[in-house]
C-alpha cells in the first residue's frame, strides 16, 4: 500500500475509473450474473457430491431471488450504453 493512502481514497479512486458500472441498473445486471453463475456452481458442487436434490432446494433459492431482481429492472429508469 502506498504511504498516503487509505482505503477510502483507493475504492474512491476505482469508483471513479472507467471500469466502474455508473447506474443502478447495470449494478443489478452484475449482481444478476453472479447470482446465475452462484446457481450453477451451486448445482455442480451439489451433484458432483451426490446432493443433487439439496443442491435443487438451494438453486430455486437462488433462483426466485434472480426472478425478483429482473422485476424490478423496468423500475430502474431507460437504458443506458454505460
Same mark, same amino acid.
Given at each position: ?18 471500469? %466502474? ?9 452484475? @449482481? ?13 458442487? =451439489? =451433484? ?5 436434490? !439439496?443442491? @435443487?432446494?438451494? %438453486?430455486?433459492?437462488? @433462483?426466485? @431471488? !434472480? ?8 423500475? !430502474? ?6
Amino acid at each position: 500500500m502506498e504511504p498516503g493512502s487509505s482505503r477510502r481514497d483507493r475504492l474512491l479512486g476505482f469508483l471513479s475509473s472507467p471500469l %466502474a458500472p455508473r447506474n443502478p441498473r447495470s449494478l443489478l445486471i452484475w @449482481v444478476m450474473v453472479l447470482l446465475g453463475a452462484g446457481t450453477l456452481a451451486l448445482l455442480g458442487f =451439489a =451433484a458432483s457430491a451426490g446432493f443433487w436434490m !439439496l443442491g @435443487v432446494t438451494l %438453486a430455486a433459492r437462488l @433462483v426466485f @431471488v !434472480l426472478i425478483l431482481a429482473a422485476a424490478v429492472l423496468p423500475w !430502474l429508469g431507460p437504458r443506458s450504453g454505460g
